[in-house]
């Protein structure tokens, strides 16, 4: 049970270390692409979404990236990635969206954006918030019944382990005491089988809980996400977040 408590704590500290260096920069890099998409400097906001992709290679930049080729006046480039988008199987939205791109940049592709003119405005004038595409709540621990499932079972392998091991031990004390040679080599061959199964009963409470853990911390990464379509000044842009 010692062991059971230590891989649990391995893999709920792990985990996240292992990811939260990637995604907070590719976090900074979303977050200045989208700036200079604002700003009309589409060339850096593609450079800034291409590292951010490296960092942490979310299906959701793909489509940023491809809108941003359409500004660029890249069509070609633009519909690569409107394919590998698609590829990830998104939402039907966002997929009608990538497809309804990819006919008008065969039959119509738009010019490139020229740099904006700066002019004085009096009062600049604040895009609408839109809200994040639809997304499943995360499920609590308990509403996963594989992971309830795996953890289960590998407390249970636990403590059959463990009742089979005190078996084995008492078998040994038996054998200790017995009258003759024949009963005590028997004792002691039935405890040396016990405990081998004892050992399997416990690798594999181990192996389940771990599993069960893995598919937790996998499950809420996957459900945290978000993603959200932010008017511009040049049309639209796509950011998409997370969070442990």
Not at 113 to 133: M, N, R, S, Y
Not at 158 to 187: C, K, M, N, Q, W
Not at 205 to 233: C, D, F, H, Q
Request: charge should be neutral; glycine fraction near 10%; aromatic fraction near 6%.
């Amino acid at each position: 049970m010692r062991v059971v408590a230590i891989v649990l704590v391995v893999l709920g500290l792990a985990a996240p270390r292992a990811f939260a260096g990637a995604k907070a920069q590719a976090k900074k890099k979303i977050a200045l692409a989208g700036e200079h998409h604002a700003a009309g400097r589409f060339k850096e906001a593609l450079e800034q979404l291409t590292i951010a992709y490296s960092l942490d290679p979310q299906p959701d930049l793909l489509y940023a990236i491809a809108q941003v080729h359409v500004k660029l006046g890249d069509c070609t480039s633009a519909i690569t990635f409107y394919e590998r988008f698609l590829s990830t199987r998104p939402p039907s939205e966002p997929a009608d969206a990538a497809r309804e791109a990819i006919g008008v940049c065969k039959t119509a592709p738009p010019p490139a954006d020229a740099a904006p003119v700066p002019v004085a405005e009096p009062a600049p004038i604040e895009p609408a918030p839109v809200a994040p595409l639809p997304r499943d709540e995360p499920r609590a621990w308990y509403k996963d019944p594989l992971g309830i499932g795996l953890v289960g079972g590998g407390l249970a392998c636990g403590v059959i382990g463990f009742v089979t091991y005190r078996s084995a031990t008492g078998d040994l004390d038996a054998a200790d005491d017995a009258p003759t040679y024949p009963e005590h080599d028997e004792l002691v061959d039935k405890a040396h089988g016990k405990r081998t199964l004892a050992a399997v009963f416990a690798i594999g409470g181990v192996a389940l809980v771990g599993a069960g853990a893995v598919r937790y911390v996998m499950v809420r990464k996957r459900e945290n996400r978000s993603v959200a379509i932010v008017p511009t000044a040049h049309g639209g842009f796509v950011t998409w977040g997370g969070s442990w």
